[in-house]
Structures are given as C-alpha cells and as structure tokens.
C-alpha cells in the first residue's frame, strides 16, 4: 500500500511539471521630479526659502508680498507681457550663494504651477535687456528653462544649468542633504526659510533684507530658519545660531537698534505703519538670536492700507515726463516701481 502511495504521488508530481517561478512585483514609478522642489535645489548651496504661492494670493496680504518681489528673477518673470504669471504659480523656491568664494552670488528661482514653462522660458528668453557698456553696474545676467511642462527655473546661468541637470535627474540636490530634508510648507505656512552653514557664510544683502543688510555678524551664523503663518492675523519668526554668544549679544542689540531706526524713518512714519514694527520682539540668548512678530487681524487691515499707499507712491515716483537730474532713491526697495 505505502508503494502505491508513493508511485501516485509521483505521478501527479511528475504531471504538474516544476513549479513555474513567481515574477517580483513591478515597482511604482518614481514620483515627478519637480514633485518636491528641492529635488530642483542643487546641493552645493547653503540656504533655501520655499513659498506658497497659492496659500499668499489667497490671504491679505497678497498684496504685500507682490511688492516685495522685487528681485531682478521676478522681474524677469513678469515682464513677459500678457497675464501676470505669478496668478498661476502655486509654489517657488529659492536659492543661490557663492560657495566657492569667487565671483558673483548665483540666484535661483524655481517656480512650480499651472503654467506654460516652455512658452514661458521662451518669452522671457525674447525680452532679455542687451548687455550695456558698463557690465559693473549691470543687472545680472539671467536665463530661464522649462525644468517640466509646469515648472520654470530662472536665475543666473551656472546654476539654472545645475537645476537643470537635476531635473534630468543627474547631480546631487538639498532633498539629499539631511539638514534640509525635511523643509516642508505645512499647512497654513506659507513661506519657510533655512540656512546651514557648509562652505560659505550667512550674508544678509543676498535676502534683500533691507535695512539689515549691514549686519556683518551675519556671517558667524552657523545655522538659521524662519517661517511665516497668515491666518485672521499674521506669525512670522526667524532664528539665527551665531559661533559665539557675544556675537550673539551684540547681533540682539543692534537688531533692536535697526528696528528702532527704521521705525522713524521719515517714509514709514508717513505711511503710518511705525507702531508695526513695534510687533517686533527681539530674544534668545546665549548664542541664539530670535525675531517674532505676530500681527493682529486689525494689524493686517492696516497693511492692506500700507499697499494701497506704496502703490500710489510707486506711481507718483515713475513720472517717466520727469526731468531731473538725480533719481530720487527710495527705502525701503518695494516702493522701487521694477522697470
């Protein structure tokens, strides 16, 4: 009986054949390149700011934050005629520096939305300004590439050429680099700003800070990071971590002083926003050094007022029948109307 058993288990064995192998299951495809922007940002570079676009035009003070723009990049951007493009852009990081010490500082604007970016790589492309005779007082020279169908890159060129490599996926980029790798716009953030020093300092005049520019203990920052929330009211912090807590104390004390400086300076007081700046708190210690401000509902009623009055200004300033001499310089720069 056992024999048979064992005869007919042979048989059927021998009438299935071998047991055919199992293919692995296929993975899925790699998520879009420009899914996270900072898969676009090249690694090389210290600091990065992301902003949510969308998030801003839909708050109070979308106004504002259209005249901050006055970067050349966004310049560019926009002067390509036709719809103003920010209105269909969701999401732009920023970056840049100069890591190797040498040259100019390299910007990088990348801008992420429900846009054309050949088309508008292109045209920007049509509408760069000729070289002048005087390249030291020049604007500086910029380029822009469709990184996607919907995400443009616009900057200086050496670094565009990097993001662009990137989005061929080839190189290295912050999303690899573990100080940065979790800078996410949360919700109801709508911008987020880190610094990690690596190869080259903190300068403050490479953010356009206004009158913070000077702040030469800027560059013994080891690290930074800030982020703005806009709801009723409007959060907005910054940090920095200097190398020394007496640097430290000395940054605290003339970010008070500036603060305080600016506060009466003759064209904030007449635009009546002073006493906002009083929402100012300077902290920290050790070597930390702390800004917050937070802002009232009422608050940014006022500011929306405050951009009703730069706009005029703006356009009181640019009387292109003028005749004078001597250009009148205003501060801060987003009463500058952008050429």
């Given at each position: 009986?056992?024999?048979?058993?064992?005869?007919?288990?042979?048989?059927?064995?021998?009438?299935?054949?071998?047991?055919?192998?199992?293919?692995?299951?296929?993975?899925?495809?790699?998520?879009?390149?420009?899914?996270?922007?900072?898969?676009?940002?090249?690694?090389?570079?210290?600091?990065?700011?992301?902003?949510?676009?969308?998030?801003?035009?839909?708050?109070?003070?979308?106004?504002?934050?259209?005249?901050?723009?006055?970067?050349?990049?966004?310049?560019?951007?926009?002067?390509?005629?036709?719809?103003?493009?920010?209105?269909?852009?969701?999401?732009?990081?920023?970056?840049?520096?100069?890591?190797?010490?040498?040259?100019?500082?390299?910007?990088?604007?990348?801008?992420?939305?429900?846009?054309?970016?050949?088309?508008?790589?292109?045209?920007?492309?049509?509408?760069?300004?000729?070289?002048?005779?005087?390249?030291?007082?020049?604007?500086?020279?910029?380029?822009?590439?469709?990184?996607?169908?919907?995400?443009?890159?616009?900057?200086?060129?050496?670094?565009?050429?990097?993001?662009?490599?990137?989005?061929?996926?080839?190189?290295?980029?912050?999303?690899?680099?573990?100080?940065?790798?979790?800078?996410?716009?949360?919700?109801?953030?709508?911008?987020?700003?880190?610094?990690?020093?690596?190869?080259?300092?903190?300068?403050?005049?490479?953010?356009?800070?206004?009158?913070?520019?000077?702040?030469?203990?800027?560059?013994?920052a080891t690290s930074a990071s800030g982020s703005l929330k806009i709801g009723t009211g409007v959060s907005a912090e910054i940090a920095?971590?200097?190398?020394?807590?007496?640097?430290?104390?000395?940054?605290?004390?003339d970010v008070t002083r500036t603060v305080r400086r600016f506060a009466g300076n003759t064209i904030v007081r007449l635009l009546g926003?002073?006493?906002?700046?009083?929402?100012?708190?300077?902290?920290?210690?050790?070597?930390?050094?702390?800004?917050?401000?937070?802002?009232?509902?009422?608050?940014?009623?006022?500011?929306?007022?405050?951009?009703?009055?730069?706009?005029?200004?703006?356009?009181?300033?640019?009387?292109?029948?003028?005749?004078?001499?001597?250009?009148?310089?205003?501060?801060?720069?987003?009463?500058?109307?952008?050429?």
């Open positions: 009986m056992k024999a048979r058993l064992a005869l007919a288990a042979a048989a059927i064995l021998l009438s299935c054949g071998a047991p055919k192998p199992v293919a692995p299951p296929v993975p899925p495809p790699p998520p879009p390149v420009d899914d996270n922007l900072l898969a676009l940002a090249p690694a090389a570079y210290s600091q990065v700011a992301r902003v949510d676009v969308a998030l801003l035009r839909a708050s109070p003070l979308w106004g504002l934050s259209e005249l901050a723009m006055t970067d050349p990049t966004f310049t560019a951007l926009r002067a390509t005629g036709g719809e103003d493009p920010l209105l269909a852009i969701d999401e732009v990081m920023i970056t840049g520096g100069n890591p190797d010490g040498a040259g100019a500082d390299e910007i990088l604007v990348v801008a992420k939305g429900r846009i054309d970016a050949e088309a508008l790589a292109s045209a920007i492309g049509a509408k760069r300004p000729a070289r002048g005779s005087d390249p030291a007082n020049a604007p500086p020279e910029l380029e822009a590439v469709a990184l996607t169908k919907r995400t443009i890159a616009i900057g200086t060129p050496a670094i565009v050429a990097e993001a662009a490599a990137l989005a061929r996926r080839e190189g290295r980029s912050l999303l690899e680099d573990a100080a940065f790798e979790d800078l996410a716009l949360l919700d109801g953030v709508s911008a987020v700003y880190r610094f990690r020093r690596a190869e080259e300092a903190l300068a403050l005049d490479r953010l356009r800070a206004g009158p913070f520019k000077g702040f030469d203990w800027s560059r013994r920095f971590v200097l190398d020394d807590p007496k640097i430290a104390a000395r940054a605290r004390a926003v002073g006493q906002l700046l009083g929402r100012i708190a300077v902290s920290g210690e050790n070597e930390r050094v702390e800004l917050r401000a937070e802002l009232s509902e009422a608050d940014v009623a006022q500011l929306r007022t405050l951009v009703e009055r730069i706009a005029q200004i703006r356009e009181l300033m640019s009387d292109d029948g003028a005749e004078d001499d001597d250009p009148v310089e205003l501060d801060p720069p987003m009463l500058e109307r952008p050429e």
